[in-house]
C-alpha cells in the first residue's frame, strides 16, 4: 500500500499505473477497485482496472467487471477522446482475447466476432 491513500480518482490512478509498470497487474487492479470506492464514475479508473484484468488473462472476470462497471455498452463518451476510445476498444479486445482462447470452428468464429467490434468501433470514431 502506498505511504499515503490517494485522495483524488486521478491520484488513484497513478497508483494503478505505478503497479502496471511494475509488473503488479493483480494489484493494480486491487488499487483501482479501491480508488473506484472513492470515485465510483471515474471512467479512467474504470478502465484501467478492467484492463489490468484483461492483461493477466481473466477474461471472463474482466468481461464481467465492463459489464458491471456499466461500460458495456460504452458510456456516451466521445471517441475522439484517448480515453473515450480506449474504453470503446474494451470489449473488442475482451471478445479477440476469448477468441484466440478457444479452438477449432468456434475460434473463427469468435475472431470473427471481434474483428467486427473492432470495426465498429472504428467506423464510429
Known amino acids: 500500500m502506498p505511504k499515503h491513500i490517494p485522495k483524488t480518482a486521478a491520484q488513484w490512478l497513478i497508483e494503478v499505473r ?12 486491487d488499487v483501482a477497485r479501491q480508488g473506484l470506492e472513492k470515485s465510483p464514475n471515474d471512467l479512467a479508473l474504470k478502465h484501467r482496472a478492467i484492463l489490468c484484468l484483461a492483461s493477466t488473462g481473466a477474461t471472463r472476470k474482466a468481461a464481467e467487471e465492463l ?24 470489449k473488442p479486445r475482451l471478445l479477440k482475447d476469448a477468441a484466440l482462447a478457444a479452438t477449432g470452428s468456434a475460434r473463427a468464429a469468435a475472431l470473427a466476432e471481434a474483428a467486427e467490434a473492432y470495426e465498429s468501433v472504428y467506423r464510429k470514431a
Not at 505505478?18 to 487492479?29: D, K, N, S, T, V
Request: aromatic share 6%; charged share 20%; proline share 6%.
Open 18 to 29: 505505478r503497479h502496471e509498470q511494475g509488473g503488479e497487474l493483480f494489484r493494480a487492479y
Open 67 to 90: 459489464v458491471r462497471l456499466g461500460l458495456d455498452p460504452a458510456p456516451g463518451i466521445s471517441l475522439a477522446t484517448r480515453l473515450g476510445l480506449d474504453i470503446a476498444a474494451l
